[in-house]
């Protein structure tokens, strides 16, 4: 360990290493893994270029949820992280992104046809009028944007100077660029093909976000399984990358999501989560006790020679049978997870949970489902790793064996339906 220094109260210091033959650096957080401060999460944020453009064109974040973002960016609550990289490409695509957004809004039609019995009246005189009217108060509003976006001042334009102004920013750094371009050598994600952009990226966050969980917004699949399902606003992370990032970020999470206003939601649901933490967590309950082990089968007698041996019995696979008290066990342990009150006690009855997985049968399902669905402190971190997991097993052994309503809706909870854009594909 060397070059200690404070980063938002918290000491960090440069940890170097060695993965795939190649000496890497990065910074590790000598703190806990949810980094708190003054009773406020911190949140480490990187929201990837496509968003920032998109804010240009038609977006799923308006100007209010930008300006709800800013306010609760600081350096004890959301903490953007901005590499060079980032303001770059920001940079040589804006215009190009500009004019896309034009000619959207330009090739718009208006309705210009008006039925024969409704001509030559006064008042299609006046809808004439109005059309025209519109058609050139859409030419000014495009002139006017135009030399608004040549000035740099486009109202949207000074919301981004003041999310990159408030960010944690990260210059160029040749020797993480050459760890982005032996990435790209290598196949490894993110990013398509051979690009560079993203994996320089993704080695810039390796090396400078301390260790923990990371939210990533991004929405062209840079950092998000292909077997995501888009129509969510929280996908899943490329298992390569989250496994990497745990690996090297002490059992940190990466979360990604697709909207600005997801994650603005989910870190509220987290600054709920520090009152409902500061109650008493209950216990989880008692662990069945491992089943006695199977007596030692008996030792055959030797064969007799010229003796005709009967076949051997079929073989029985052997069952995991629940009696009451496990029974009983089994279901305090549900209604631990039905009842529970915070994350933290969710994320403690799916760890007591993992116990008895080769215990449950469809009514067991039915009720964990019902759980997931009915209970937004479940609800609402479905998508955490460990939650995650759970139901994944769960609905790959029982989904065909619960009500198909049910089904149905852990299906659309868990986004393991394929998304809308997947069905106009097909049909295409």
Known sequence: MENSFSFSGYRLAHERFILGGV???????????????????MMHLFIDTNIFLNLYTYPDDDDGVVDELLDNM??????????????????RNRESKLQEAVAIFQSGKFP???????????????????????KDARKQLIANATSLAL?????????????FS????????????????????????????????????WETLLKNVPSGDLYIISKDGDYASPLSNYDKTAVRAKKYLSEEWSRLKN????????????VITRYKQLIEQEKL?????????????????????????????????????????????????VEK????????????????????????????????????ATLLFNAAVENAQVRWIISDEDVNDFYLKLTSKFLTAVDPDLASQIVDLMGLAPSSNDDEKKES
């Open 112 to 134: 210009t046809g008006v039925p024969n019995h409704m001509r030559r009246t006064e008042a299609a005189k006046i809808y004439e009028k109005a059309i025209q009217g519109a």
């Open 251 to 262: 059992n940190g999470s990466l979360h990604i999501y697709t909207t600005i206003k997801a």
């Open 23 to 41: 000496v890497r650096e990065t910074r590790v957080a000598l703190s806990t893994r949810n980094l708190k401060r003054n009773g406020i999460r």
């Open 329 to 364: 066990q089994v279901r305090e342990a549900i209604g631990y997870l039905e009842n529970s009150g915070s994350f933290a006690t969710t994320h403690a009855a799916i760890a007591n949970l993992e116990k008895y997985t080769h215990l449950f049968d469809p009514t067991d």
């Open 74 to 91: 600081g350096p004890d609550r959301i903490v953007l992280h901005l590499p060079k990289q980032v303001e770059n490409e920001f940079e």
């Open 277 to 325: 933490e500061e109650q008493t967590i209950p216990e989880p309950p008692p662990v069945a006790p491992p089943p006695p082990p199977p007596p030692p089968a008996p030792i055959p007698p030797p064969p007799v020679m010229a003796a005709i041996q009967p076949p051997p019995p079929p073989f029985v696979p052997q069952v995991s049978v629940k009696d009451v008290e």
């Open 151 to 163: 000035q740099n001042n486009l109202p949207i334009d000074q919301k981004i100077v003041q999310l």
């Open 166 to 201: 408030k960010a944690l920013r990260y210059e160029e750094d040749d020797a993480v660029f050459r760890l982005a371009v032996e990435r790209s050598q290598r196949g490894n994600p993110p990013g398509k093909g051979i690009g560079v952009g993203d994996r320089y990226n």
